[in-house]
């Protein structure tokens, strides 16, 4: 399968900070993409989304930009009205110059070298979908809870693995910092193919719509790749960490999962049978369908029905998800 990513020679990263009601935290935020090193002939920018805030953010990173800018960077402010994390990020996108994009979130702390290095990560192999790096927590309270620790790869906290490489097998990276191509991005989240996880909107914490991203760019073929040298401190406050927030979190989680393990089991199929000839195993399915029923095969029945359902140009399921995902899958 062919895919149209552009080429381009152009040195330069789009940082796309998207942002609800986010004046409190933007200075540290803004403070650590100031002190980004990149080489002389390196340009970059900083383009906020403000997602209907109703505080002073836009007023801050005004502020804050008019008295530091970062080294060969542009900094500026575009509006998306509709609120969910999702639809900020899709708008960013669209406004970015260049073709690699860093989703840098308003508590995302990220490393002086984070910007330049995301850009030459990306140049490694135009197939890497996604990348991202080692996540760290930092906190304005003295000791964090006790329960933080086996909660804590909720709050986008991890370090993936202990060497650089394809995370592939991983089914994802992490949403905070995550690097990926505009035009991919933007392909993956075409008109036509909706997000079914739009993320939090500053009411509901809503979640999972970075996992989605992964998994659609895993069902196209693309791959994950981690590098250990790409750190960031996320920024957890002490109103993040009270189990009343951590039990939101968890049923935001929990409902995001409902969608992911259908992305998961779709994704099993597809690199099940992705190497398998389709028009023969589209002729050889509905036979093995008819076996398992007359019991002279013990395949499993609903393994074989959700393959014929993957393969088949034709045919609806009463599940509104798993028609989205196949109507992904197969570009339609």
């Not at 942002?19 to 403070?31: G, I």
């Not at 860093?102 to 995302?108: A, E, K």
């Not at 995550?178 to 009411?203: C, M, W």
């Not at 992705?274 to 195993?281: C, G, I, M, V």
Request: with cysteine; glycine share 6%; proline share 3%.
């Amino acid at each position: 399968m062919k895919w149209n990513i552009p080429k381009s020679n152009v040195k330069g990263v789009s940082v796309i900070i998207c942002c609800y009601n986010s004046a409190s935290r933007l200075p540290q935020t803004l403070a650590h993409l100031n002190k980004q090193v990149v080489p002389e002939d390196f340009f970059w920018e900083i383009i906020l989304v403000n997602n209907a805030s109703s505080d002073n953010t836009v007023e801050c990173a005004k502020s804050i930009w008019q008295n530091n800018q970062p080294v060969n960077a542009t900094c500026r402010v575009v509006d998306e009205l509709t609120r969910g994390q999702m639809y900020a990020r899709k708008k960013g996108a669209r406004e970015a110059n260049y073709e690699c994009l860093i989703f840098c979130d308003d508590d995302n702390l990220l490393d002086e070298n984070y910007v330049y290095l995301s850009w030459q990560v990306m140049k490694k192999d135009k197939m890497i979908g996604a990348a991202g790096g080692q996540n760290v927590p930092v906190t304005n309270v003295a000791a964090y809870p006790d329960w933080f620790e086996a909660y804590k790869d909720k709050y986008a906290i991890g370090i993936p693995a202990d060497e650089s490489g394809d995370v592939t097998h991983r089914g994802f990276v992490l949403g905070a910092g995550l690097i990926t191509r505009r035009a991919l991005f933007l392909q993956v989240f075409h008109d036509k193919y909706p997000s079914l996880l739009n993320g939090r909107n500053g009411e509901k914490l809503t979640t999972g719509d970075d996992f989605e991203y992964c998994k659609r760019l895993l069902l196209w073929g693309f791959t994950l790749y981690y590098d250990k040298d790409l750190k960031l401190k996320h920024f957890i406050p002490a109103e993040r960490l009270t189990t009343d927030y951590r039990d939101r979190l968890m049923d935001g989680i929990r409902e995001a999962t409902k969608v992911l393990s259908v992305y998961d089991r779709a994704l099993y199929l597809h690199n099940k049978n992705k190497h398998k000839n389709r028009w023969r195993l589209l002729m050889l399915t509905p036979l093995r369908i008819l076996l398992v029923r007359i019991g002279l095969s013990k395949r499993d029945l609903a393994t074989e029905q959700q393959v014929l359902f993957y393969l088949s140009p034709f045919g609806d399921s009463r599940d509104e998800v798993t028609n989205s995902i196949k109507k992904f899958l197969n570009k339609r």
